[in-house]
């Protein structure tokens, strides 16, 4: 029986990421290009969707074209299928043509839309909204995005034949499939029902005229590639695909009932899943990967950015950061931060809200200052759990991935805020691996074994009872300094202090 292996790349916001494997799930090569997203005015993130394109075919080139691909391709295999994510929800509108008429308006990152969330809300009712959906309309919404070209942007709109994310436009290009997986649409709110699993009526009246996808499951074969392209050979089968943080729970099996799924990365984000629906008004409701699985998401809108923000700003290297960081207590002798550096996602969706540092003396040491960083982002995290669990998740399990789960101190320290133990996966490579991992699956592979548990994190009660004494005063601190956080986020607005960030 000939053997098979399988492609998957992945579209992030700060990367894309591509990754070949064989049946068994062992990683034969990887590669990744890096980018970065335009922010042209305060508040809004933007990306040019070709970059997309370009950047598939030169990963797919490298990969197929390299030496641990010819080795298998000589030895008589053959490339099984093409998995496909990539970040969102965004919005990338193209013509009859298939061509972007505009720069990709991406995920919650993106916060211009908010006068057309308060217009939604009006029109549809916000409680309304919730109920049918599962979410309350936010800057991670479709819906308002689309909204705000058709007001800002008319004659963009009346081009628009197609509404793409990152893995639906590769797919397209691949196979001129016009296609979007159901977990993506969930996040096209208010256009999406989930109780039934289609476009909800609700759509014609927010984005009018505009034709919309066929939906599948992520792991669905949306076509076969069209022609050969960068190694890929005609008539190859490409999946559906989907976001990237869902892809990622993929590649370590957290998307069964009962499982959560943290991902330390530039955002903190969280995926719980369900095999009902639950929701909440504090997290975002959404379908799963897998049909017949339902989620509970949280999202937080830096944890990674403010350690690379640190690093870059005391100049230091982020190994020489730990090493002083484990030197100081818990509770980083009394210092206290709100992550809030960019305004903050769930669980209190306040996108000026703006970071805060309490209890600073001219006694703390930059590695005081470091750990308190690392506790703030857990402290955010346990924020989101508490918020699951009042909505009624159930956690059995929490598996953790991402960039930050590669060393010990960052995990130790959530573990020990949460009171939860965390597996770290054998690859913590990330979507483009869940999105081999989806293309294997559709190709009938057996993945239950593609990617066991490597190390446990256990929580250590002494730090914990500690850590919750200073979680109920990190709950005080946002409302203690709200009103100064807004106040002080409009004036950055009316001096272009966050356009200038952006450059």
């Not at 994510?85 to 908010?114: H, K, N, Q």
């Not at 505009?210 to 992520?218: F, K, V």
């Not at 210092?335 to 001219?362: H, K, Q, S």
Request: glycine content about 10%.
């Amino acid at each position: 029986m000939t053997s098979k292996i399988f492609l998957g790349v992945d579209v992030g916001t700060s990367s894309t990421k591509g990754v070949l494997t064989d049946e068994r799930g062992n990683v034969l090569s990887s590669t990744s290009r890096q980018h970065a997203p335009d922010r042209p005015m305060p508040g809004y993130v933007e990306m040019d969707g070709n970059i997309w394109w370009q950047e598939f075919l030169e990963i797919a080139e490298e990969l197929l074209q390299g030496e641990a691909a010819q080795e298998a391709l000589g030895g008589g295999s053959v490339l099984g299928a093409v998995g496909v994510s990539g970040m969102g929800p965004c919005v990338l509108l193209a013509d009859a043509a298939g061509e972007p008429l505009r720069p990709a308006i991406l995920y919650g990152v993106d916060t211009r839309s908010g006068e057309q969330i308060r217009e939604l809300d009006a029109e549809l009712g916000r409680t309304e909204i919730f109920d049918s959906t599962g979410s309350v309309l936010s800057s991670q919404a479709v819906g308002p995005k689309l909204r705000w070209i058709q007001q800002e942007e008319p004659d963009v709109w009346a081009e628009a034949e197609y509404m793409f994310m990152p893995a639906s436009w590769l797919v397209f290009k691949l196979t001129g499939e016009y296609v979007l997986d159901h977990h993506s649409a969930s996040q096209c709110n208010p256009m999406y029902d989930p109780e039934v699993g289609t476009w909800h009526r609700w759509a014609e009246e927010v984005a009018p005229s505009l034709p919309l996808p066929q939906l599948r499951w992520p792991g669905q074969f949306a076509g076969r590639t069209s022609s050969g392209v960068a190694g890929i050979p005609e008539g190859t089968p490409v999946i559906t695909g989907t976001i990237d943080a869902w892809s990622e729970a993929v590649s370590v099996d957290a998307q069964n009932p009962g499982d959560l799924m943290i991902m330390y990365g530039t955002t903190m984000f969280l995926i719980a899943t369900a095999g009902s629906r639950q929701s909440t008004k504090t997290m975002w409701g959404t379908v799963g990967a897998y049909e017949g699985t339902f989620n509970l998401a949280g999202g937080m809108a830096t944890s990674g950015a403010i350690t690379n923000w640190f690093a870059d700003l005391s100049e230091a290297q982020f190994a020489t950061l730990l090493a002083e960081a484990e030197k100081s207590p818990v509770g980083a002798h009394g210092l206290l931060m709100l992550p809030y550096f960019a305004g903050e996602r769930t669980p209190i969706f306040d996108a000026d809200a703006r970071g805060v540092i309490a209890g600073l003396t001219v006694s703390h040491t930059r590695g005081d200052i470091y750990r308190a960083i690392l506790e703030a982002t857990a402290f955010g995290v346990r924020h989101n759990v508490e918020a699951m669990n009042e909505a009624g998740a159930r956690i059995d399990r929490i598996v953790a991935v991402g960039g930050g789960v590669q060393g010990d101190l960052w995990t130790a320290i959530v573990s020990s805020v949460t009171g939860l133990k965390q597996v770290i996966p054998t690859h913590a490579i990330g979507a483009s691996y869940g999105a081999s991992l989806l293309a294997a699956r559709a190709d009938g592979v057996d993945v239950s074994g593609w990617n066991p548990p490597a190390r446990i994190v256990e929580p250590r009660r002494e730090d914990h009872e500690t850590y919750s004494e200073l979680y109920d005063l990190y709950r005080e601190l946002y409302p203690a300094t709200k009103t100064i956080s807004h106040a002080l986020a409009a004036f950055q607005r009316s001096t272009h202090f966050e356009q200038r960030q952006g450059e």
